[in-house]
């Protein structure tokens, strides 16, 4: 069974950063991609970053591009978000997502991405 558990959200004060954290276990994975989207209550979930594993790139929404950076331990089956210059805007519960088959949409498209962790919360204030 395929879980994907969040950690290392929490508030924090405009200008500064958090790590996001990803577990992942009961799969093991050899392509698809992992990624992470945010929801502000009463809105769309919205995509944040991806990576696609075998090391094949990473890519990021217009919004963060330049001060979110994420990555992936493939010895300790963790993907993670470091979140840098934070902004008021970025507050939003952040979630892990994942797919282990191949689809160009996958880990971009909510619809699209076929496994989901619980969340955890990221407060910036100003």
């Given at each position: 069974q395929?879980?994907?558990v969040e950690s290392g959200g929490g508030s924090v004060q405009a200008g500064g950063s958090l790590r996001l954290s990803c577990a992942v276990s009961g799969v093991t994975y050899r392509s698809g991609c992992m990624g992470w989207f945010r929801q502000v209550p009463g809105k769309e979930r919205e995509w944040v970053a991806r990576i696609l594993l075998g090391g094949a790139g990473t890519s990021y929404s217009n919004s963060v591009k330049g001060r979110f950076t994420i990555s992936l331990d493939n010895a300790k089956n963790t993907m993670y978000?470091?979140?840098n210059i934070l902004k008021p805007e970025d507050t939003a519960m952040y979630y892990c997502a994942a797919n282990f088959i191949?689809?160009?949409?996958?880990c971009i498209r909510e619809a699209a991405t076929s496994y989901w962790g619980h969340g955890t919360q990221v407060s910036v204030s100003s």
């Open positions: 395929v879980q994907l978000l470091q979140m191949a689809r160009w949409d996958a």
